[in-house]
Each structure stands twice: as C-alpha cells, then as structure tokens.
C-alpha cells in the first residue's frame, strides 16, 4: 500500500520551471527540489538563475539552468530537448513566465503593448505545453500546471491592464483545452490562479501606494498578503499523485479575494 508520504513525495522525477529567476518561479524551484525533484530552471538570462540553482541543490538535488524566450518555437523546442538529454525525462512542465500588468486604461493601452502582454502570459504558455506534451504524451505520464491568477477570474478594483486579466483568464481556457484534448493519454493539466502575494513587485507598488496598499487589503477577507511559502507548498502538492484524479481544474489561492 503506498502511504500518504509518498502520494506528496517527487523523488525521482524531474521538473522544468520556467521563469525561474525571481519570485514565484524561484519559490516554485525550490519547494520542488525540497520535495525530492530534479529541476530544469528557466528564464529569458541564463546569468539571473544563479541564485534558484544554489538553493536546488542546496536541497542535495540536480539541476540544469537554460536560457530561452518562451515566445520562440525553437527556444522552446531546444528547452525541452536538451531537458530529456540530460535527465531521460520530464515529469512535470510549471508554466510560470509572465508579464507584469500593463496598468493602463484601455483607451490608452497600444496594440503592441496588449500583443506583447498575451504573446508572453498566453502564446508562451501553449508553445511550452505543447512541446512537453509531446515528451509526455508517449509516456502517458505527466503533470503540467499553467499560471493563471484570480485575475483571470474577476477584474481586479484599484488596477488598469486589461491585457492582463484577459491573458490569464485565457489561460484558464487554455488549461482546459489541453486537459481535454490530453486526458486519454493521463497527462493532468492543472491551472493555479493566486491572490496579491509578496513578490518583489508587489511590494514595491504598495509601498509606493500605502493608500491602494489599504484599500486592497480590505477587499481580502484573510486581511493579508499570501506567503509565498504557501503558494510553493500547494504547487508541490498539485505536482504530486495527490492531484492524479484533477484535470483542467483552475485552483484559486488568494485570501478569499474572490469570494465578494
């Protein structure tokens, strides 16, 4: 009978996270590797991934850094080809690079920059999951998470940048597209949907905003910024068996902003 540790345990597979560099991406690496995975850790400058790769290993795991754009095909082919030469494998894809809010109003947002927003949060996305799934889907094994936020689920108050919560919402029918076209190979494709966490440029915004700072807190019923330590910690559990019976579910973390 497996037991329960081992249902959350990830020894023995290997996980790609791109965005790897900061935040989010950062956290997920390492919570990862804590839990017994392998990584693969990407972003857009390969000198940026120093400080993710130490804290892998320092959880006594390998890694493989690798610089790519996950708008171009052919960086994201290489990405996952040079991930299987290395490991012989790849068990779970996080689809974590994104763009920050363009936090303008639409009659003042350009074409190029609302292209450049859903060219990264929701063509990047498809363009990784569509060339892990082709490592995956032989295999019939595989977890991939997309990135998607609460923003893909309501229009956040306070804030501008359409563009934004229209590429995440869109990520969430994108995660179940692929988990329906990919159910009968056992692939899971899961999307993970946080609130306002305490990354870098959150903090920075609110700093510079107290009075927003305030009034977003307000609208939290939890009354608090997320944990990044929270957020890591539910990623390993969507990466594990515990998640083998969900597909094209969006799981939502963000301190009951979505509730009112």
Known sequence: MVSLADFFSLRGRVALVTGASRGLGQAFAGALAEAGADLVIVSRHLGELGETAGAVRAHGREVLSLEADIRQEEAVREMVTRTVERFGRLDVLVNNAGT????????????????????????????????????????????????????????????????????????????????????????????LAPGYYGTAPNLRWFQGNPEIHRQVLDLIPLG?????????ALLVVLASEVSNYMTGSTVVIDGGYTLW
């Open 100 to 191: 920050e809010r363009q936090n303008l109003p639409p009659e003042q947002t350009s074409l190029e920059s609302w292209k450049e927003v859903l060219d990264i949060n929701l063509n990047g996305q498809f363009l990784c999951a569509r060339e892990v799934g082709k490592v995956m889907i032989p295999r019939r094994a595989g977890k991939i998470i997309n990135l998607a936020s609460m923003s893909g689920m309501v229009i956040n108050r306070y804030f501008h940048g359409g563009s934004y919560d229209v590429s995440k919402a869109a990520v969430v029918g994108l995660t179940k597209a692929l988990a329906a076209e990919w159910a009968p190979y056992n692939l899971n494709v899961i999307a």
């Open 224 to 232: 608090r910024l997320g944990d990044l330590r929270e957020l890591a």
